[in-house]
């Protein structure tokens, strides 16, 4: 249980640091769908991109025998976060999980957590030590965009 509350604690605070950085209007339940199934079928069927969106590559981030890809979604036309897109690999099962961290918008967050919540502890620790990495990560590169330091 305290695996879980530490894991919910980092995902409150990387989505309040990307909500409080981009302005956007929170994530729509489409941009929430695409995220978690869209995508994936738009790669395993090499179809074009959804159409007035790209995907940016923020990070990949690996602990032990799992891989997590962390991609902006992006509204194209106004150049504002969507969302974030998560691909998740285990090499322990062989799957891979794509999931939609929702910006602004408690009822996705809260699929979002649901989604993670059937993962084993390793995976999750694996994840929790990952959004970790990726949260230190930009508070760094925020704190030398604010005092202008190398």
């Known amino acids: 249980m ?12 990387l989505n309040l ?18 995220m978690i199934r869209g995508y994936e079928m738009q790669l395993s069927s ?5 159409r007035g969106y790209k ?9 032990s025998d ?5 991609n902006a979604l992006v509204r194209a ?10 691909i998740a690999k285990s090499e322990v099962s062989g799957r891979v999980y794509y999931l939609g961290m929702p910006i602004n918008n408690a009822q996705l967050q809260k699929s979002f957590e649901n989604d993670i919540k059937n ?16 949260y230190s990560k930009q508070a760094i ?10």
């Not at 995907?55 to 602990?63: A, L, P």
Request: proline letters at 0%; charged letters at 25%; zero cysteines.
């Open 46 to 50: 090499g179809l074009d991109m959804k």
């Open 2 to 13: 305290t695996r879980i509350l530490h894991l919910f604690a980092i995902i409150l605070t």
């Open 77 to 86: 036309k106004e150049n504002k976060l969507a969302g974030i897109l998560i």
């Open 66 to 70: 799992y891989s997590f890809s962390f």
């Open 119 to 134: 993962w084993d502890e390793r995976m999750t620790t694996a994840f929790a030590q990952a959004l970790g990495e990726l």
């Open 17 to 34: 640091s990307f909500s409080q950085t981009s302005e956007t209007n929170g994530t729509t339940l489409e941009e929430y769908n695409y």
């Open 141 to 150: 590169l925020d704190y030398k965009e604010e005092n202008k330091t190398e």
């Open 55 to 63: 995907v940016d590559n923020i990070d990949n981030i690996t602990r």
